[in-house]
């Protein structure tokens, strides 16, 4: 008798263990954000910016791989406003996405709670509004992902952590550039550029330390250098990617791009140049921040770290440097799974190529000749309740016809498990990012000129990083692989927001026809409808 209490007792201990355990790595974090209008002045004029929780830019969400998160947001803007976390997979769960698409925007005095995890993730990502310009005027701010304790990282944890949301900057009003674009105008070039919402700003380190720096591109249009005056950066991590190590003077960050840098404080004890410089623009704005050594009597000094004297061939080298570390766990141990991307074979392909021209005398952007409008139904709630006259799956062809451009909402049919390739064909002279929802994708390769299939030829099939946001160069194309592992309707969009917001967007269908909980959560019972469902019960 005595032995079988002994039994449930080892039992019960195991379990509660177990259970403790498993509440300490899948944590819930819950969150109350409220978006209000306030009055700052970034570049020394006042003007009305969001404000999250009074906060410009918004707070910093630092989380835990799968942590489940929480948070309840208030909108007290006179628009209706949606929130998007950028590089966040939304695994099964693209309900949280929010992106009009997916969601209904919430309304004036109104609020929603987004639920969702962090499913096998770990990195520097950001959120920001999706709904109107309202990007433009804040909104916006930094989500970073730390390992589970059981998950090793493969370099020494840093003695400090630092994020920097870096972009261009207008002082006009969201409203005002809206009606620019509206107007059928381009926007102008921005006013300056700001680190972390101001033009100089402070970070403290200990000399002999290594810091590690977040850096994120949250601006509209233009892609930015980084580098530190007498310092070198050891990229570490690429939007969720581990990446081989090597040592950098500068960095190009492309626009709705992050990436992890370790900095060692190991010059004599001053203070050191941060700069921020915009990228192949024919008007050239620079922000500034100071790297303090604690133990410094010496103010900052000397010229400023050039920008490269390379542009877009230079760039492009760069960008081929970055490396996945096939040796190093990430979120989860052997995050190359069973299977190796190089070895898959392609299902289907997509050759996007995007275009500016005019649509009844008015600017737009197009991919393969389609300019997307959004519809006053989310396609994914239309696809749910199964509503006709929202979208339908014939709406933009896979590849580019080289006919007329014209507004439609153009949704690509996919299939649950499909790998597929995508290849963005740039014909413009001007630079271009491209960004998908729900996933990360490999970069296999850059060139220049017309992409065609021997291009395939000159791609890495071996240790491409994966990465949620690409740059494709000015008359060139990217090409990038996806395993199409997430069901649910995905948005593949310019992460330049006037392109966006003037039609250069398509959405993802993934989708099975065998409805399962294994493969895509239930319509959330919060769930706003608005449109063509509003008035249903989810």
């Known amino acids: 008798m005595g032995n079988v209490a002994l039994f449930h007792l080892i039992c019960g201990i195991f379990i509660f263990w177990s259970v403790s355990l498993v509440k300490a790595e899948d944590t819930y974090k819950y969150f109350t954000w409220t978006a209000t209008y306030g009055t700052v002045s970034p570049l020394g004029v006042p003007q009305q910016v969001i404000l999250i929780n009074g906060q410009f830019p918004g707070p ?95 370099y020494a944890k840093p003695a400090g952590d630092f994020s920097l949301l870096i972009g261009d900057w207008y002082k006009s009003s969201h409203k005002v550039l809206r009606q620019i674009l509206d107007s059928g105008r381009s926007l102008p070039y921005p006013n300056g550029l700001l680190i972390n919402g101001q033009k100089q700003s402070t970070f403290s380190g200990d000399q002999g330390k290594t810091y590690m720096f977040r850096i994120s591109n949250v601006g509209l249009k233009n892609s930015i250098n980084f580098r530190i005056q007498g310092h070198k950066m050891r990229v570490v991590e690429v939007e969720g990617s581990h990446v081989l190590q090597n040592f950098y003077d ?209 791609y890495n099939l071996v240790d491409a990083l994966t990465r949620h946001t690409t740059q494709v160069y000015p008359k060139s194309w990217t090409a990038i692989l996806v395993s199409l592992d997430n069901q649910g309707m995905w948005n593949l969009r310019s992460a330049m927001w006037d392109r966006q917001y003037l039609g250069q967007q398509v959405y993802l269908r993934v989708y099975d026809p065998t409805p399962s909980l294994a493969n895509e959560y239930d319509i959330p019972t919060n769930a706003l409808l608005c449109g063509k469902t509003a008035g249903r019960h989810t």
């Open 250 to 458: 500068s960095l190009d960050v492309h626009v709705g791009q992050s990436m992890s840098v370790l900095v060692t404080l190991d010059q004599p004890p001053k203070d050191y140049y941060i700069v921020a410089s915009t990228r192949f623009s024919r008007i050239s704005f620079t922000a500034t921040s100071v790297l303090h050594y604690t133990n410094s009597q010496t103010p900052v000094s000397g010229p400023m770290p050039p920008a490269p004297a390379g542009q877009m061939h230079w760039s492009m080298l760069q960008a081929r440097t970055f490396r996945w570390n096939l040796t190093s766990n990430a979120a989860r141990p052997n995050p190359q799974g069973s299977f190796h991307y190089g070895k898959i074979t392609i299902s289907r392909t997509f050759i996007m190529a995007n275009s500016a021209s005019l649509i009844n005398g008015k600017l737009r952007y197009a991919v393969n000749s389609v300019s997307y409008v959004n519809p006053d139904t989310p396609l994914k709630l239309a696809d749910h309740f199964n509503i006709p006259g929202v979208f339908n799956l014939n709406s933009i062809q896979a590849y580019p016809s080289g006919g007329s451009p014209y507004l439609g909402t153009a949704v690509f049919p996919t299939s649950h498990h499909d790998f597929i390739e995508i290849v963005f064909q740039n014909d413009e002279a001007a630079m271009q990012s491209w960004h998908l929802d729900g996933y990360d994708f490999w970069v296999v390769g850059f060139g220049s000129g017309k992409w065609t299939q021997a291009s395939r030829n000159k």
């Open 60 to 154: 910093r969400l630092d989380l835990v791989t799968n942590d489940n998160v929480i948070l309840n947001l208030i909108n007290k803007l006179d628009e209706p406003l949606l929130l998007t976390w950028n590089g966040i997979k939304q695994r099964k769960n693209s309900w949280q996405d929010g992106v009009l698409g997916t969601n209904c925007p919430i309304p004036i005095n109104s609020n929603y709670t987004y639920k969702f995890q962090t499913k096998d993730q770990i990195g520097s990502y950001t959120y920001f509004p999706s709904t109107q310009l309202h990007r433009a005027v804040g909104g916006f701010g930094a989500l970073n992902v730390y390992a589970r304790s059981v998950i090793s990282v493969p």
